[in-house]
Every structure is written in structure tokens, then in C-alpha cells.
């Protein structure tokens, strides 16, 4: 489904290359939970941008299906994360002035009427009674299980997480997880993070070390 | 035997904070308004008051003082104009030195005249002053025979007189309601006199009567100018039937008239004149309001870079969920319109309202004009919006083209 073929990041650094991901080929298949594992720094984070299309790789290539994307346009590129993708960021990052229920309806901005599913996502991740509240009335896990809501809303075919529970304590981390994995449903999950215990549930494991590939593992 | 018991005081908690976070649930559910498009904009003005108010407000106040600025300015030449617009009926004529040219000059006008003349009359004039905002305006004081005095208060307007006519000869004048109001005089009051400051009779001459109407007239009786006013001189005042072929008929004079030796008033001078003397001021206005709307446009563009740095977390959220940049920037216009739009139609109507309280407690009681509705005013305000929304889409498009949204997702920029 995603294919990261040689792709390389590299940034400038006070006029010295630095490489945030070198060389790195891996793919992601439909339907399953890929987890990247590495200690802070080792560039997982920009893999996974790079994976969905936030980043464009400096030298190598990733596609999805048969679209390389760093040959679209960034309108492109953006139109095919909204439409395709989900993303669940390490802050539970949302809109203050919206209702939980609002924020979760941002994710299809022209999906139609999307309400009666983002209501019974949120009742699904446990939230019914909150449809209706702010941000700055919900805890942080209720924050983040909003922001998963988003992520799922239009049963996207990839959700991308980045270190979704680095901001909550790990029972409510841990529950985000199963959460995510649970009712992601056909689609494949992508989750970055430096703690092995979140990944128990993953089909595949890939451990970076300073912007490469350590090793890759068959999870379960 | 049946025993009751006290129920759980514990348990009774509970419930109660049950119903109480179910009842807070359902108010909550009632108070949200369903929102079809979270991201419309007007779901972001209204529930970010305290941030789109102030941007609201500042717009409002610009508009507000330039209007305020023009429409006061502007009311120095109205003024003028509605003070001498009662010559707008006629043709004034008279002689240079001559006592005896008048007639020859009316003759002339009978006969070569390009419209039908309505009414010939021949009066006196002696000069006094009125108050204008500007300070002391010369006006002239008429004087008529009696039939005349009733035909030109009919062209005048005048509905109803308080008092009555001056008596031929006798030092008694007419004056209408904004003279009234202008000089504060009342009946009884001395209208010119020998120590009456820039206005002055060998008499007393007392105000018998005030005309009820918009225009400003002083009228005595051609007799009384005759015996106690030099030089004695009359003149001609030439009425024709409509203001259109007195206009016709006023061009004329001037031109068939020019370089003899009589001399011609008409309105239409008064209005050129007005134009030239105000034309310097004018100009010095039209640089004093570029340089505020640059001012404030500067300052606007500096609030509204201020509220888009407020909103990074925002845009950079929904640019990495997948919101295009067009979308984005789209959605930023459409609010910055509404709110500009929004500011300028409050700082027209608070100016609207402004101004009719300075006419009402400032202008109405000295008869000062000042129109409320000046449409000069208003046009000065249109650059206002365009320049902001100019330097607001400029800002907006500069911050996106730079923009990250990587780094708010990361907090580098948080």
C-alpha cells in the first residue's frame, strides 16, 4: 500500500548535512498495524512523515499504490491525506472553540452529513456524554480518544500516529492504543513510538537507530 | 413488623450527581447549535467574540473619525451654500456708482432676457454679518417694497410668519427662523442699529416678524434703506418662473454683462467661489486622510499578523490532517471580509449617530448646517476596507507560504 523506497531526509544544519532518515525501505501493508519503535531522535517521527506525505524525502521515493508523492502537488498531496489518511499527533491537538462532536466532524469538511457517524464513534470510544463539551472541559486521554474519533472519522485507509500516548500516563495511553487498533477496522495503522509495551498489538515492529532501519520483526 | 430505614446518604449523593451531570449534558446538548460546517466562518467569529470584537472595533473607529473628519469638514461649505441659497430665486443686478443705471439695466434685461421673466423688482441692500462655524459671514439685508416683500417670501417658501410685516419706512425688519436662531434674536430684538457690532442703522431697527422657513432672510422696507442708507443706489432682482430658467437666465447675465459696468449676483457664483475658496483645504484633507488610512491600514496589518499568530495551532492542525492551503486561506478571507465588512458598516451607522447628536446639540441651535448623511463621508471611507483586506490577504498569503505544518504537530513552533 506504502512503499518507502532508499528515502533519505536530510537537513541543513549550520551549513552541515543532517540526516534525519537515510536510506530507509519499508512498506505498509493494507490492512495491518506497523509500529515504529526507536529511542527519541532515531527519526522515527520523520519516517512516519515522510510515509504520509507531510514530508518529501530529500533523495529516494514513497509511494502510495502507484503514486510517488513527491511527484504531486502539495494541493495534491494535502487533498490525499484529508482523503485517505488519519493522523493522530503525540498533543491531542484540537480546535478550543468546537465541541468534541465538532472537532471529530472536521476531518470530512465535505463528507456530507458525517454527524451520525462521528457521534457513534465518540459513543464508541466512550465519550457519549461529551459530544457536546469544549476541549478545556475534557481530560487528556478524553482529548486524545477525540482526536483518535477524528482519526478514524471516514474510515481513512491509513491512520498515521505519532506517539499518541507521549502526553498521557500509560493506562490512558494504552487504552488510546486498543482503541486506535480496534476500531480502525480495514484500514492499516501506522504508530511511532519509543515505548515497546504500546506495540504489543502490532502485526509488525521496525526499530530506527539514528535514521535507520536497526531491524524490522514479525510481531506475535 | 415492618421496620423503615433511612435510606444511604451516600448513595443519595451519587444520584444526585448523576442527574446533575446528566441534566448539564442535555443543557449543553440544547445550547450547541448544530453545525453542519464546524469551520464556517462564522462559527469562529462568534465563538471567538473577544478576539474578532477588538479587530471589529478598530475598523469601526477608523471609519467612524474619517467619516466624522469629512462630514465636519465638509458642513464649512454647506453652510455657505445654505446660507446664501435664498439667492438661488434670483438674479441680483446693479450699476457700478451709477443711480441712474439700474433702470437701464433692467430694461435690458426685459428685453433681451433668454427665458420669461417671472417678476422684476428693484430694492436696496445694506451688508451685516451672520455667524458661521468658520466665524462672522457677510449677509445682506434687503430692502423691499411691501408687494414685494410678499412675492419674495412666497418664493422663499415661507409657510407662516410669527409677528408681522415691516411697515414701509418705519425700522422694522423681517427675519426667517435659522437668522433667528443664528443671531438669537426674538421679536423686539434689534436686528441693526447704530451700535449694533457690523450691522449698522442710524435706527434701531427692531425684528417684527419671523419667517417660518429653511432660508435665511433679513428684509426691511425699501423706504427705510432709502432714507437712512447710502449709497443710493437701488438694484435690480430679476425672478424667472422655475429655478431651471433662473439658472438659464443667471448664466447669462454674467456673460452679457461682463465687463460693463454693472455688476451681477447669482447663486451659481456663490457655489464657484465656495469651491475655490475650499479647494486648498481640500486638498490638505486628502493628504491628512491618505496618510490615516496608511496609518491605520499599517496598524491593522499588525493586528491581523498578531491574530493569524495566534491561530499557528489551527492552521498547522488542519493543514496536516489534509486541509489545502487554498482551503485554508479561503476560509481565513471569507472571515477577514465578514469582519472588515462588519466593522465598516458599525463605523458608518456610530458615525451616522454621532453626527445627528453634533447637529442636534451643536449645530441645530446656532441654524449651523451639517448633512448627516453626507455621501462625500461615506465614500471616504470605502478605501478603508479595501487597503485592510489588501495588507490582511497579503499578511495571510506571506504566513502560509512559509508555513509548516510539521513544525506546530512537532511544537516546534508551539
Not at chain 1, 136 to 158: D, F, I, N, T, Y
Not at chain 2, 35 to 42: F, G, I, Q, T, Y
Not at chain 2, 285 to 308: A, D, E, K, S, W
Amino acid at each position: 500500500m506504502i512503499t518507502a523506497d532508499r528515502a533519505t531526509l536530510q537537513y541543513m544544519d549550520q551549513g552541515r548535512p543532517l540526516f534525519a532518515c537515510r536510506d530507509i525501505s519499508v512498506s505498509v501493508y493494507s490492512g495491518e498495524f506497523l509500529g515504529i519503535l526507536g529511542p527519541s531522535g532515531s527519526g522515527k517521527s520523520s519516517l512516519l512523515y515522510m510515509l504520509s506525505g507531510l514530508k518529501i524525502p530529500t533523495s529516494g521515493e514513497v509511494r502510495y499504490g502507484d503514486v510517488v508523492l513527491s511527484r504531486l502537488a502539495e494541493e495534491e498531496r494535502s487533498t490525499l491525506r484529508l482523503r485517505d489518511f488519519g493522523f493522530v499527533f503525540q498533543q491531542p491537538y484540537l480546535l478550543g472553540y468546537l465541541t468534541a462532536l465538532e472537532n471529530v466532524m472536521v476531518a470530512v469538511p465535505d463528507g456530507g452529513d458525517v454527524e451520525f457517524e462521528a457521534r457513534e464513534l465518540l459513543n464508541q470510544l466512550g465519550l457519549s456524554n461529551k459530544t457536546h463539551r469544549h476541549p478545556h472541559e475534557l481530560s487528556g486521554g478524553e482529548r486524545q480518544r477525540v482526536c483518535v474519533a477524528r482519526a478514524l472519522l471516514g474510515q481513512p485507509k491509513v491512520v498515521f500516529a505519532d506517539e499518541p500516548t507521549a502526553s498521557l500516563d500509560h493506562t490512558n495511553g494504552a487504552e488510546v492504543v486498543r482503541l486506535l487498533n480496534h476500531f480502525r477496522g480495514a484500514g492499516s495503522l501506522v504508530m511511532v513510538t519509543h515505548d515497546p509495551s504500546m506495540l504489543a498489538q502490532a502485526d509488525r515492529i521496525v526499530r530506527l537507530e539514528d535514521g535507520v532501519i536497526a531491524d524490522s520483526s514479525i510481531s506475535g | 413488623m415492618a421496620i423503615s430505614q433511612d435510606p444511604d446518604p451516600n448513595s443519595l449523593l451519587a444520584d444526585e450527581l448523576t442527574e446533575l451531570e446528566t441534566i448539564r449534558e442535555s443543557a449543553n446538548a440544547r445550547a450547541a447549535v448544530r453545525v453542519k460546517r464546524p469551520l464556517a466562518p462564522s462559527t469562529y467569529l462568534l465563538r471567538n467574540a473577544g478576539k474578532t470584537l477588538p479587530l471589529t472595533a478598530v475598523i469601526m473607529f477608523a471609519v467612524l473619525l474619517v467619516a466624522a473628519i469629512i462630514a465636519l469638514v465638509n458642513s464649512i461649505p454647506y453652510s455657505v451654500r445654505t446660507i446664501y441659497i435664498y439667492s438661488r430665486e434670483m438674479l441680483g443686478i446693479g450699476p457700478r456708482g451709477d443711480p441712474e443705471g439700474t433702470q437701464v439695466v433692467l430694461n435690458r434685461i426685459r428685453r433681451e432676457s433668454p427665458v420669461h421673466l417671472n417678476r422684476i423688482m428693484v430694492c436696496r441692500a445694506t451688508s451685516t454679518q451672520v455667524n458661521s462655524i468658520v466665524g462672522p459671514w457677510p449677509f445682506v439685508v434687503l430692502g423691499l417694497g411691501q408687494d414685494d416683500i410678499r412675492y419674495y417670501l412666497q418664493r422663499q417658501g415661507v409657510k407662516a410668519i410669527e409677528g408681522r410685516l415691516p411697515k414701509a419706512g418705519e425700522a422694522e425688519a423681517l427675519v426667517s427662523r435659522p437668522v433667528a436662531l443664528n443671531l438669537g434674536l426674538k421679536i423686539g430684538s434689534n436686528v441693526q442699529g447704530p451700535e449694533v457690532e457690523n450691522s449698522y442703522s442710524p435706527l434701531n431697527v427692531k425684528v417684527v416678524g419671523i419667517a417660518e422657513t429653511s432660508r435665511w432672510i433679513m428684509l426691511n422696507t425699501i423706504e427705510y434703506q432709502r432714507l437712512h442708507h447710502f449709497p443710493p443706489i437701488d438694484l435690480g432682482l430679476v425672478f424667472a418662473d422655475n429655478l431651471k430658467d433662473q439658472n438659464t437666465l443667471d448664466h447669462w447675465a454674467e456673460k452679457r454683462f461682463k465687463g460693463k459696468r454693472t455688476q451681477v449676483f447669482a447663486f451659481f457664483q456663490v457655489d464657484r467661489t465656495t469651491d475655490k475658496m475650499f479647494n486648498t483645504l481640500y486638498q490638505i484633507l486628502n493628504v491628512v486622510i491618505g496618510m490615516m488610512v496608511l496609518v491605520i491600514t499599517f496598524m491593522m496589518g499588525m493586528l491581523i499578523n498578531i491574530y493569524q499568530t495566534q491561530r499557528l495551532v489551527e492552521f498547522g492542525l488542519l493543514q496536516a490532517i489534509g486541509y489545502t492551503r487554498k482551503r485554508l486561506f479561503k476560509r481565513t478571507v471569507q472571515e477577514s471580509i465578514v469582519v472588515v465588512i462588519a466593522g465598516w458598516i458599525l463605523g458608518t451607522a456610530t458615525a451616522f449617530g454621532i453626527l445627528n447628536l453634533v447637529k442636534i446639540y451643536v449645530m441645530d441651535p446656532h441654524a449651523y448646517a451639517i448633512n448627516t448623511l453626507d455621501p462625500t463621508a461615506f465614500w471616504y471611507t470605502v478605501p478603508i476596507p479595501f487597503a485592510i483586506m489588501v495588507v490582511a490577504f497579503v499578511t495571510v498569503v506571506i504566513r502560509f507560504r512559509q508555513f509548516d505544518p510539521v513544525s506546530i504537530v512537532e511544537r516546534r513552533l508551539v
